[in-house]
């Protein structure tokens, strides 16, 4: 792993919280939705927010 700096661990953070809250919103939308199809692709989008917030916590050396 690369030395990351202050400014990139702030951004970072910043970054992983926004794709956590939107896997969040996206999960608690689909539970929500009475259309299967949009509940379906909202756990889509869901999957999608959780993954790229699993690599992204994987390159600070996390283990979620």
Do not use: P, W
Not at 6 to 15: G, R
Not at 24 to 44: F, H, I, P, V, W
């Amino acid at each position: 792993m690369t030395n990351l700096t202050v400014k990139d661990l702030d951004v970072l953070t910043h970054i992983l919280t926004g794709e956590e809250m939107a896997c969040k919103k996206a999960k608690l939308y689909a539970n929500t939705l009475t259309d299967a199809a949009l509940a379906q692709e909202m756990e889509r989008v869901a999957a999608e927010h959780g993954a790229r917030f699993s690599a992204l916590y994987a390159v600070l050396g996390g283990k979620k």
